[in-house]
């Protein structure tokens, strides 16, 4: 074995050690959400447009009256839970705004059923 190859094996795991605590330091840190009583956390995709025609909207908001449904702010958000992405819609609660792109905490229910998910807090 050369002098170079020498020094290069004994870099290599200095440099790799080097880049990994890189990668750990520049990581994004992931909000919480409270697992444990069934939250998750999800991304906010769009808003559904308060002018919405009841065919174009799905079943939990199709079935909202119209005034009721065009004095709420709902949008789709998307959640992973066992490696699989789900499509939920979700009520912002007053005072709460929220953007496509923005995480929260959300409490998932099942649209198909006629039920709104919950969002309880934007990170």
Known sequence: MTSFQ????????????????????TMETVPAADWQQGARRAWVMSDYAPDA??????PCLASLPAADYANRH???????????????VAELPP???????D????????????????????F
């Open 6 to 25: 020498s020094w290069l094996t004994r870099l290599t795991p200095a440099v790799a050690s080097v880049a990994l605590l890189a990668a750990c330091s």
């Open 74 to 88: 709902f949008v789709r958000v998307l959640y992973r839970h066992a490696k699989i992405m789900h499509e939920e």
């Open 103 to 122: 995480r929260v905490e959300l409490w998932p229910a099942d649209c198909q059923a006629g039920q709104l998910s919950r969002i309880a807090k934007v």
């Open 53 to 58: 025609t009841t065919t174009a909207l799905p």
């Open 95 to 101: 005072g709460l705004q929220a953007k496509s792109g």
